[in-house]
């Protein structure tokens, strides 16, 4: 799913992905699906898919709101986002690599992936970790701003 975002949103990516378990919470104790896998990243794409077009729109109605000269720069968004040769597995494997940048320190690296790709809370990191939330905030952020700083 990342790489829909040019591996640049991971904010974004991270929500759609919490809100397609969150469903998964709300739905499967009635009926779990045939390709659960392939539900989780139906959903999650659809979730961002629907949050591009939001932001979209919000930078529409925005620049008919001001002025030609005061216009907000943006890129434009592939609609042909969906790949159906890639698989949840592939995307998972490139976000792990991505996570696991040699030039992070090890320690940073399984934080980065243990949020990112696998989707553990920060208190879940903390205590498996030995460190402090506020510490392990602290490294998430800090790798994701380096990531997006050698990404441009």
Not at 106 to 123: D, E, H, W, Y
Request: glycine share 4%.
């Amino acid at each position: 799913m990342l790489r829909y975002s040019n591996y640049e949103n991971f904010e974004q990516v991270e929500e759609a992905v919490q809100t397609a378990f969150q469903r998964a919470l709300e739905k499967w104790p009635s009926n779990i699906p045939d390709n659960p896998a392939g539900w989780l990243y139906t959903v999650a794409r659809n979730t961002y898919l629907e949050s591009l077009r939001r932001g979209k729109t919000e930078r529409q109605k925005l620049e008919q709101l001001q002025p030609e000269s005061e216009t907000i720069p943006h890129r434009s968004e592939n609609d042909e986002l969906f790949d159906p040769g890639v698989t949840p597995l592939d995307d998972l494997a490139k976000m792990i690599l991505l996570c696991c940048n040699p030039e992070l320190p090890p320690r940073v690296q399984v934080c980065l992936t243990l949020k990112s790709a696998c989707g553990f809370s920060v208190s879940e990191i903390s205590r498996a970790l030995g460190m402090q939330e506020e510490a392990v905030k602290k490294t998430i952020t800090r790798a994701k701003a380096k990531f997006l700083k050698t990404r441009k």
